[in-house]
């Protein structure tokens, strides 16, 4: 009766598993696939972007930021890295597909003194030793292996080919935002000089009479609100530059 149990019981178990088991999804067919994407550009469109695209800005200074950030960019040799240790884990798992040979070798040496009655003597002795092994890839797993550490390569060089990319217009981006960021301080500058200006005027007008205290007093609100409007892009433009430090793998003391 208790063995009766049990197998029921297996049974049951088994049948559970079974249906809280979920199903592989099915493979793509062929025919799933298109044979080409239709799309308004046409086959001869030129590829976008091009691989000097940053060029077309006509600035020599955004060039020497981008070699340098594709030179030392942090991220870029991560990425790099990536690409290295996904090729290597390629070539362990394409290793296992072929047979496995070992050589060693062995010297030994031995001797004798001599004596009165007899002589002595001395003997080298040597030995090599090869070894191989196969292991049958009866199911596919090895294949399946290689397979998949080759398609983590294809995945790691992507990888770093969209880390350039980014790093690229990243280093473009923060150049151009610190270029206006200086213009605008630029324009905030002459703002606040053509404010003084007025301020002297009116200042001119309320000692002779001719304008009131409370226009004064606005003009003078006026130059004090474009002073204040300064420090904060300063600080942002500060902030621009740390950035393209950054992305140029360089401590942002003394970069300008």
């Known amino acids: 009766m208790n063995n009766l149990l049990r197998t029921s019981s297996i049974a049951v178990l088994a049948l559970a598993a079974a249906g809280c088991a979920t199903a592989p999804p099915a493979a793509l067919k062929a025919q799933d696939m298109p044979a080409s994407f239709t799309g308004p550009i046409v086959k001869t469109a030129p590829v976008w972007p091009k691989a000097d695209w940053w060029k077309g800005f006509g600035s020599t200074e955004l060039d020497g ?7 030392n960019n942090l991220d870029l040799a991560a990425a790099a890295a990536r690409v290295l240790q996904a090729r290597a884990q390629t070539d362990i798992a394409d290793s296992a597909l072929f047979p496995s040979l070992g050589l060693s070798g062995n010297a030994s040496r031995t001797g004798q003194n001599g004596s009165s009655t ?9 030995g090599l030793s090869l070894d191989a092994s196969y292991e049958a890839d009866l199911w596919g797993r090895v294949r399946d292996s290689a397979r998949a550490a080759a398609e983590s390569l294809k995945s790691s060089i992507y990888n770093r080919q969209t880390v350039a990319l980014t790093v690229t217009t990243s ?47 606005q003009q003078q609100a006026l130059v004090s609100g474009e002073k204040a409007l300064v ?3 300063q600080e942002t433009e500060h902030e621009a530059r740390f950035a393209l430090d950054v992305l140029l793998g360089r401590p942002p003391e003394g970069f300008d």
């Open 171 to 217: 280093v473009a981006n923060t150049y151009l935002d610190v270029l206006a960021l200086r213009q605008r301080v630029a324009i905030a500058q002459k703002n606040i000089d053509a404010a003084n200006r007025i301020l002297k005027i009116t200042e001119a007008k309320v000692t002779n009479g001719v304008a009131s205290r409370l226009d004064l007093g």
């Open 118 to 126: 007899t002589p002595g003597y001395t003997a080298n002795k040597f």
């Open 231 to 233: 420090p904060a892009i």
């Open 65 to 71: 930021l981008i070699a340098d950030a594709r030179k």
